[in-house]
């Protein structure tokens, strides 16, 4: 068997190194969070900002959610919905076969699509796939879903320490940083290398509460490295209103005003299902 | 997602040989843990399971523990139990206690032998484990009759009754459906959940598996191997015989489908170094025509 990880081959190197991080997972479009995230992230002092792809999706007025992180400076890396945008796919690249989630899927990508301008779709285009950087003299290796597939799904309840152990020997980090599953997680293994999937800005996480999170990493030589998730409120109702005035289905407007998911579901793993209402 | 593979250099493909799919990664692994032994006898069954059909073993926990142990070290993703019907092995929820140990864990029942007894042992196990214990309880018709003339009678009543248990003690099942009667997917898919609704599921979970021709529905005019002409091109991720193996009492076979089957037989040896599979078998067209997956999504 060979273990070659996509993120290895192709992360691009940031040149700084930190000892304190903010990283960003998928925007879906929530530009009224994203505005927030950075406020949060700038008065905690982050020296860098990064993001781990899937700018669109979901919300309202795609454009916005770039120039934004554009205007701030983030590192920005691509996920699956950004490489579908880009190339013009056809679909958000997610493999749903639950018939509902591939209709609503298609809705918010047609719609992210079209509303995507020339300009950032060729800027969608450039962006890297993985970042790889030093954190307090840790290596830290991101990717979007999996460092080995970038639309893999990497679930708290579905993710063995055997297969993060697999990852970290095979890519040389001490900690692997991911997004794409939409609920936030950390898994630290005996030798305190780890797993952190750094949550999402795009949409609350299926529990009954309208915020969203981001992460904040800090880590130095004695203590290793330690993540702090950040709970962001933000105006939660004028997101869900801008989704219904743009005909985006009232099902992702409802994700944001209960906290609950209402679509996408089939992927989730027993114990991460059960916790939700649908 | 078929995207061509980079890195290491193959050799041309030759045409009319078979591909050869190797163990790329051991995203599952999964055990014939009853053999083909099965209390019910479907009319399509892939393995040709039946209450009659004592020709595999069953696994012993030592050997479970084993390939668990070196498939922890491969850095295995999912672990899945199959039969035959699995709640026939006396020692099931120990079994899977053993696997949840290491990974997220699946097994694949008829549900007959969901007693409350078994959902409450079954929540004790998941209640254990810092993963995910998934039940799926296979059913083929959301129509009671219709179900039943390819399950056996009672069958329907009996997999409604399990799904309800489980659900009752917070394990909610995936119901497992193979399109036999071609429906066309989506429209099955669709009647599926209205039935599982209707009858107070809450969250209703749906695998929709094809039709394979095979073990019961034996048919090598269907389908032909897969040539290596064919592969070009095709990343091999897109076959789950490269990332799937499956622990018989007989030895390692490539994949859940060919279980049973010389074509699909890799030898008794370990996981490591085991040896890749020749497409040869017709159902193989099966797997290269859809990219189905055994597993759970």
């Not at chain 1, 290796?141 to 697999?166: A, K, M």
């Not at chain 2, 003339?149 to 009754?161: E, I, P």
């Amino acid at each position: 068997m060979m273990d070659t990880l996509q993120a290895v081959q192709e992360a691009q190197e940031l040149s700084g190194s930190y000892a304190r991080v903010a990283v960003f997972g998928g925007i879906y479009s929530n530009y009224l969070a994203l505005e927030k995230a950075l406020d949060l992230a700038r008065e905690r002092d982050a020296q860098a900002i990064l993001c781990l792809g899937d700018l669109g999706g979901f919300g309202p007025f795609p454009d916005r959610t770039c120039a934004l992180l554009r205007d701030a400076g983030v590192d920005v890396m691509r996920g699956n919905y950004d490489e579908s945008i880009a190339q013009d796919l056809g679909d958000c690249g997610c493999g749903y076969s639950d018939p509902r989630d591939n209709h609503f899927a298609q809705l918010s990508y047609d719609y992210t699509a079209a509303r995507t301008s020339a300009k950032n779709k060729a800027w969608l285009r450039k962006l890297p796939s993985a970042f790889r950087f030093r954190l307090g003299g840790i290596s830290v290796l991101t990717c979007h879903g999996s460092p080995r597939q970038t639309n893999e799904f990497l679930w708290e309840t579905g993710t063995p320490d055997g297969l993060v152990r697999r990852f970290l020997d095979a890519s040389g980090a001490g900690l692997l940083l991911g997004t794409h599953s939409g609920i936030k997680w950390e898994r630290r293994l005996p030798d305190q290398r780890g797993f952190v999937n750094v949550g999402v800005l795009g949409r609350p996480e299926n529990d009954g509460l309208p915020n969203v999170w981001f992460t904040l990493l800090d880590a130095d030589a004695e203590k290793g490295y330690r993540a702090e998730f950040i709970p962001v409120t933000y105006d939660h109702e004028r997101l869900a209103h801008e989704v219904l005035a743009e005909e985006l289905p009232q099902e992702f407007a409802a994700t944001l005003l209960t906290g609950w998911w209402t679509t996408c579901l089939e992927n989730l793993p027993a114990k991460e299902r059960v916790r939700g209402r649908f | 997602m078929i995207r061509a593979q980079v890195g290491i250099a193959e050799p041309p493909p030759v045409p009319g040989q078979p591909a050869h799919v190797r163990l790329e990664r051991l995203n599952a692994l999964w055990f014939q843990v009853t053999g083909l032994l099965c209390n019910l006898e479907c009319a399509h069954c892939l393995v040709d399971s039946s209450p009659r059909n004592t020709s595999m073993l069953f696994l012993d926990r030592a050997t479970v523990q084993a390939y668990l142990q070196e498939a922890d070290i491969l850095g295995v993703k999912e672990i899945y139990f199959t039969g035959g019907e699995p709640f026939l092995h006396p020692q099931m929820p120990t079994l899977l206690a053993d696997a949840l140990a290491i990974a997220p864990t699946t097994v694949l029942t008829n549900g007959t032998l969901i007693t409350p007894a078994m959902a409450q042992a079954l929540r004790r196990v998941s209640d254990g484990s810092r993963y995910s214990l998934e039940i799926r309880v296979s059913m083929d018709h959301p129509d009671e009759a219709e179900n039943d003339r390819l399950r056996g009678r009672g069958s329907h009543a009996k997999a409604l009754r399990a799904v309800l248990r489980l659900q009752n003690v917070g394990l909610p099942p995936i119901v497992t459906v193979t399109d036999f009667l071609q429906h066309n997917g989506s429209s099955l898919f669709e009647s599926f959940l209205a039935m599982l609704s209707r009858e107070g599921v809450q969250k209703p979970r749906l695998k929709m598996l094809p039709v394979f021709h095979i073990g019961k529905l034996e048919d090598p005019q269907t389908g032909s191997s897969v040539s290596q002409a064919m592969m070009a091109g095709v990343d091999p991720l897109f076959l789950q015989c490269s990332q799937t193996r499956v622990i018989t009492a007989e030895g390692v076979y490539a994949c859940p489908i060919l279980v049973g089957k010389k074509e699909g037989f890799l030898g008794s040896g370990r996981l490591r170094g085991n040896p890749g599979v020749d497409l040869v078998h017709h159902a193989c067209r099966t797997c290269y025509q859809t990219g189905m997956s055994c597993a759970n999504t």
